[in-house]
T-cell receptor, first 111, second 117 residues
Framework: AQSVAQPEDQVNVAEGNPLTVKCTYS??????LFWYVQYPNRGLQFLLK??????LVKGSYGFEAEFNKSQTSFHLKKPSALVSDSALYFC?????????FGQGTRLTINP | DTEVTQTPKHLVMGMTNKKSLKCEQH?????MYWYKQKAKKPPELMFV???????INESVPSRFSPECPNSSLLNLHLHALQPEDSALYLC????????????????FGEGSWLTVV
């Protein structure tokens, strides 16, 4: 079965520093991987996805993610964090007609 | 326009009430979903409609009854709920699925906050 794991419940980063939110996956076949962000009391917003092709995927709000097949990872990155990036981030993998989500990582950017 | 609209935003209902959550999308998507999300947890899939037919029911109790009147609308009928059913209910939509995987992006609405008293 398809699954993803987010090893960190919480990540704290100083404003202006680079940030990384980690995700590893386990799939049979080709992985279709996604990142979503959820701000407080809001729905999920799509950030980016990897389907095929370039291992570095660029998405919304300056975020990017690097697909690494050998390490089965799909880490979310941003070169310079903003306080407004503070939110709950979910990695997900496509299953059978659905998304399978990781447990989420709460990202806090400190001014 | 990648918008999924959900109403109401907030709903408080008693355990004997009957209410409905509504969802609408105008992106021409042919798959629609209901997810349930508890605080600080990932969304949990409840139902999937594909081409207006129920294709997945994740063993959801019968007090939740989905309905897809047409390709743009999705309802979730609620009856005799329990306090533990209080949660954020998220509707979502995407392009239709095909075998072997699709890479479809699933777009979520803002959710309906349900409180059962």
């Amino acid at each position: 079965a398809q699954s993803v794991a987010q090893p960190e419940d919480q990540v704290n980063v100083a404003e202006g520093n680079p940030l990384t939110v980690k995700c590893t996956y386990s799939v049979s076949g080709n992985p279709y991987l996604f990142w979503y962000v959820q701000y407080p009391n809001r729905g999920l917003q799509f950030l980016l996805k990897y389907i095929t092709g370039d291992n570095l995927v660029k998405g919304s709000y300056g975020f990017e993610a690097e697909f690494n097949k050998s390490q089965t990872s799909f880490h979310l990155k941003k070169p310079s964090a903003l306080v407004s990036d503070s939110a709950l981030y979910f990695c997900a993998v496509e299953g059978a007609q659905k998304l399978v989500f990781g447990q989420g990582t709460r990202l806090t950017i400190n001014p | 326009d990648t918008e999924v609209t959900q109403t109401p935003k907030h709903l408080v209902m008693g355990m004997t009430n009957k209410k409905s959550l509504k969802c609408e999308q105008h992106m021409g998507h042919r798959a629609m979903y209901w997810y349930k999300q508890k605080a600080k947890k990932p969304p949990e899939l409840m139902f999937v409609y594909s081409y207006e037919k129920l294709s997945i029911n994740e063993s959801v109790p019968s007090r939740f009854s989905p309905e897809c009147p047409n390709s743009s609308l999705l309802n979730l009928h609620l009856h005799a709920l329990q306090p533990e059913d209080s949660a954020l209910y998220l509707c979502a939509s995407s392009q239709g699925w095909r075998s072997g995987g699709s890479g479809n992006t699933i777009y979520f609405g803002e959710g309906s906050w349900l409180t059962v008293v």
